[in-house]
């Protein structure tokens, strides 16, 4: 059984968090969204959500489930082996959770409010990020672009989510291979390659093994579009995986 206490410190949004993937057996008024399941929590007020998981494993997430809020309001949730159970590969030296995301230089909120009101499409983002942080290619965000540390020769579990409200996006580290394990709470065939690529609320477990000469190399993400004479942030978002024995300037990835 999962308790999970909410309480809505806004001022004037009302709030509902969805666990995004979680299978609601028979606890389908757990699953969160507003006036579909459940009115929202009013702002200054609380609601515990109880539910039990079943017969997944795995990386999902949560996100606020009311008109765009979830382009910031969001977060992890990890499912863990039950106690003295195994993975189903090979223990990984450490995990990594990876966020990737979707920013506007303006609240979201005015954002679809102004095209609700002209008919039209709302703006697109002004960047995407990787655990909040646009990268290194924004002056803004150069001195806090997300640092993965690491040891030579070690594989490592990284928990990617693709939180960005409309864009699929792909997902790289230079010069390394990514081996996927898992998507969204169910394991898989396992598979190398050197992109991924998730759409909208989508989870991959990769793992990454740190077999390069030692050296910082960036970590990527940018949009996936296939829709002709469609407008869509064409900007990419960047963390650094920096080898704990040098510190250099960054290689390039494979986008």
């Known amino acids: 059984m999962v308790d999970i206490s909410s309480k809505n410190s806004s001022a004037y949004h009302f709030l509902k968090f969805l666990r995004h993937g979680i299978r609601q057996m028979r606890t389908a008024w757990a699953d969160g969204p507003e006036f579909v399941t459940q009115c929202p929590i009013r702002p200054g007020g609380s609601y515990t959500y109880r539910f039990t998981i079943q017969g997944q494993e795995g990386t999902l997430w949560w996100h606020a489930h009311s008109s765009w809020l979830r382009a910031t309001v969001y977060g992890a949730l990890i499912i863990h082996p039950k106690q003295a159970s195994l993975y189903p590969f090979t223990k990984p030296k450490g995990e990594t959770l990876i966020l990737l995301g979707e920013w506007w230089d303006a ?7 102004e095209a609700r009101r002209t008919g039209g499409v709302p703006n697109i983002s002004d960047a995407y990020t990787i655990n909040s942080q646009p990268g290194d290619l924004y002056k803004c965000s150069s001195k806090d672009t997300d640092k ?12 990617v989510i693709n939180a960005a409200l409309n864009q699929e996006l792909f997902f790289a580290v230079a010069n390394h291979k990514l081996t996927v394990v898992g998507v969204d709470a169910s394991y898989s065939k396992p598979f190398t390659t050197s992109v991924i690529m998730l759409g909208p609320g989508q989870t991959t477990d990769v793992l990454i093994t740190t077999d390069q000469p030692p050296s910082s190399y960036y970590i990527a993400g940018r949009a996936y579009s296939s829709a002709q004479n469609a407008f869509f942030d064409n900007t990419t978002t960047t963390g650094i995986l920096e080898y704990n024995s040098i510190k250099t300037k960054p290689k390039p990835s494979v986008f």
């Open 107 to 113: 609240n979201p909120i005015d954002v679809v409010n």
């Open 148 to 159: 993965i540390s690491v040891d030579s020769g070690e594989t490592n579990l990284f928990r």
